[in-house]
DNA sequence: GATGAATGAGAGTTCATTCAT
DNA sequence: CATGAATGAACTCTCATTCAT
């Protein structure tokens, strides 16, 4: 996680970057404890070990802290994930499929509080009018599109069989976030072992029948 | 949705009744529109168009009302779905698997609002120790294991190939919420269709393997 | 204790009397039990058996109910008093101190509660502009003034010794009122072998002193 | 009334001391003026010109409140009295039962609204349960244990009489306590007169007798 | 940079009282 | 006579935010 630079473009300095990783740190252990509506600034600053204050001095108030967390989670995520999925794609579109699910699962296993974390945040976090800041139709799309693109090229190459790409990235998708929420509540739920049947599971899906 | 009884067996009268249904209609319109954060007792009153006191004189506290809806979006759920299943068990698993999606479905789409705001509802209640009073580990296993019997049962009868009926059930399941979320948020997703492919899809998951 | 009369003189149906009773003795249970705080209407119907409005039936208010209890508690000791008092006056001023000391301390053994619940209510029913409506200066003149007079009334008979018979009257008033506190908090606390004490040590007090 | 430490053992800052005697004393006047059941944080704080908040941010809830100005009283008060109980005994028994009614009087006439607001608090705060916080039978023996075995002491040494020491000492304590009442609810009533008188009457009861 | 203090709004809840039935 | 339903005010408490130091 490389330091964010300002919006005004000014860089921070590496004092104010620790700072604002502590209290993100802390937020996402309050969050992941008590809950999105009882994580308050007061409960995260004694958390973190230091005034209240503080936070409002760092971040631009609630909102942007937890804007924060959110975003540092996808882009952690995002830099995790894509050299894996660069790597495989090199060896065809099921390999990439299968490097898609293991690591998306891999990185909810190594970051639980963490994803439990934005996700209370993104179904909690909302605008004056009422409507959801995070978790938008868009932000499906942005995930969505991709994978069921990847999936029909994979069809227009001969490495899977007939379905519907767009349907099927959507339940790949669920069936993550399933395995996050499971992850998040169920301590002995076992992700890896899970893994391996999901992979053998949509194998068997993107399969060429050739009956 | 039948008049349930009062914890101390007396039954109730007919307008309070009503006047719970009316309360219970408001907390999920202003839960599903705004989100649980901001469904205040006072929203929630304002939105019956009755006054803030009504609503703890009805109900025992802002829990046992949230525990209310809760508890009828499942009972209608159960009560819509019951017979279809029942009736299409007679057909078989593979038929009553059809019945499963396809009622899960139909209901989640006959009932959005109600299924948003339950599901905010259910990720937002705590106890007092932080514990999400809802959406236990338990509650994942009442859905889960008679899903997977279900489709082991399925097995065990020849209707349906290999494949592990845990693993499945949970995939069903996360199709199923990943829907719900998708029918809440999106208003042009359209269930209906999405449905016939999410059979067909299981369909082909489920099949004999003849090769 | 004989049922009074209405403000307007007209007079009450047995069967409200008996109400009026039954909600008096349930006011005297939840503050003697619960203090006046915690004594709403809603728990003194609910202890009584009764609903909520019938307390405001018959009483004009939190106000006069509590009114009623008082004066029940003060016509019930003075009825038993009094007959004992006139009694023991024919047998001279220092049987009537005697009568008086035992008969208060017999009274207030033998209603603990109630004594217990009047003492709570006294020090907390109030009037609009804050002051105590009971227990005024007013209410302690009518019980030092007289006690004081008999006191007087026996040293001028020769029966007792020197003393300033208002000061003595107002130390024994506060015996009295200590017994009652004991009376009520401390179960153990033996009020006849107390009295017993209390009699000895204010016969020496007022005893002729022929050093 | 030094500034006490905080329960995890840190120093207050000297403001965050004023502000708390601050709050403590519009507590007292509002709870001496219109008793315990309407002092309301946000009349106390009305009294003192801050926002309700502020009694919030100062102390734990409203109970702490309450606890610290009972405290707060006994403490003061132990501190008044201590030095002159001390220097007495020095003089013997008699002159220690002289020093502790002159003191005890000397300091009800001195924090008459103080004690008046600790007496309605003491008897109406109250735990979850319905018991009373303060004012325990634990409370009372801790002020008539010592006292009874001065009595005795003094009994022993030869300056005091016969009589039983317990008794007396109860005796003692509540014509303390009733004249705490008198000079609270009777701006009229003499306590420098009346503390002459009782401590005659006192010596009286002690008193040696040789005939 | 960081802190503690203060604010004011809004939360859930309880309550005495009123009133139609 | 009695009830249950409803009101609206008042309560304690929590919170995000602001600001002087």
């Given at each position: 996680m490389r330091p964010e630079n300002k919006p005004d473009g000014q860089q921070r300095s590496f004092i104010e970057e620790a700072r604002r990783r502590q209290i993100i740190a802390a937020t996402v252990e309050v969050v992941s404890e008590l809950g999105y509506a009882n994580a308050s600034l007061a409960r995260i600053a004694e958390r973190a070990g230091i005034s209240k204050g503080v936070i409002s001095y760092h971040f631009d108030g609630k909102d942007e802290l937890m804007s924060q967390v959110v975003t540092q989670l996808y882009v952690s995520g995002s830099e995790f994930m894509a050299p894996i999925l660069t790597a495989a794609i090199a060896d065809g579109y099921r390999a990439a499929l299968h490097a898609y699910l293991s690591s998306n699962l891999q990185f909810i296993d190594d970051n639980k509080s963490y994803v439990a974390a934005v996700g209370d945040i993104v179904l909690n976090v909302r605008g004056p009018d009422g409507?959801?800041?995070?978790?938008t139709a868009d932000g499906e799309r942005e995930i969505i599109a991709p994978l069921a693109a990847a999936l029909a090229e994979g069809q227009r190459t001969g490495e899977f069989g007939d379905f519907d790409p767009s349907v099927l990235a959507r339940l790949i998708r669920d069936s993550i976030d399933g395995v996050a929420v499971r992850a998040v509540r169920d301590p002995d739920f076992d992700v890896r072992r899970y893994r391996t049947h999901l992979i053998r599971m949509y194998d068997a899906v993107t399969r060429k029948d050739d009956r």
């Open positions: 409507t959801l800041r995070f978790d």
